[in-house]
T-cell receptor, first 114, second 114 residues
Framework: DQQVKQNSPSLSVQEGRISILNCDYT??????FLWYKKYPAEGPTFLIS?????DKNEDGRFTVFLNKSAKHLSLHIVPSQPGDSAVYFC?????????????FGQGTELSVKP | DAGVIQSPRHEVTEMGQEVTLRCKPI?????LFWYRQTMMRGLELLIY????????DSGMPEDRFSAKMPNASFSTLKIQPSEPRDSAVYFC????????????FGDGTRLSIL
């Protein structure tokens, strides 16, 4: 049962344009979401998070939007840069008493072309 | 500050051999997580510890896998005997606090069982 889904395995964007990465979830009890970025041969790096009490969180070029009714979140990168080329994972903690047990999506590989 | 440190970075061994993966979490972090990443299953949690105590090992695939955390600065993941299907990248992560706290990942151990 894939509770966190990233349906696009890859995305290609031109430098300077907007990148939009999508993530869907099935468990309405999820109340916190995180995005991680992963370069080859490195571990995932925390990027940005959002609590379910918000519908938007912004950090520099990165903005995460949450639509609870649709059980959907998206990560916007504006403007995209070649250094943003990486695999992006969305994740959600399984439950309040799960000690941060994260469920990850399958990842979307972003390629930003100069 | 030093991040999560994993060793070795690469391990190649023959089927049937014992494999030991090592992790040093970030100092002061009270949660430690072991993940495995494969093409088929993505990034999946194997086990996590809180204050050196294993809390949830439901992700450990078989009895051939075991994990220990003898102190706050060291953890091991052992596979004995190893099998080719254990080939994957194994990540260790740590966090301060549990739910809704970002986890910080090491760069992983790429394990190949021949």
């Amino acid at each position: 049962d894939q509770q966190v889904k990233q349906n696009s395995p890859s995305l290609s964007v031109q430098e300077g344009r907007i990148s939009i990465l999508n993530c869907d979830y099935t468990n309405s009890m999820f109340d916190y979401f995180l995005w991680y970025k992963k370069y080859p041969a490195e571990g995932p790096t925390f990027l940005i998070s959002i609590s379910s009490i918000k519908d938007k969180n912004e950090d520099g070029r990165f903005t995460v939007f949450l639509n609870k009714s649709a059980k959907h979140l998206s990560l916007h990168i504006v403007p995209s840069q070649p250094g943003d080329s990486a695999v992006y994972f969305c994740a959600a903690p399984k439950g309040r008493n799960q000690g941060g047990k994260l469920i990850f999506g399958q990842g979307t590989e972003l390629s930003v072309k100069p | 500050d030093a991040g999560v440190i994993q060793s070795p970075r690469h391990e190649v061994t023959e089927m049937g051999q014992e494999v030991t993966l090592r992790c040093k979490p970030i100092s002061g972090h009270d949660y430690l997580f072991w993940y495995r990443q494969t093409m088929m299953r993505g990034l999946e949690l194997l086990i996590y510890f809180n204050n050196n105590v294993p809390i949830d090992d439901s992700g450990m695939p078989e009895d051939r896998f075991s994990a220990k955390m003898p102190n706050a600065s060291f953890s091991t993941l052992k596979i004995q005997p190893s099998e080719p299907r254990d080939s994957a990248v194994y990540f260790c992560a740590s966090s301060l606090g549990g739910s809704n706290q970002p986890q910080h990942f090491g760069d992983g151990t790429r394990l190949s069982i021949l």
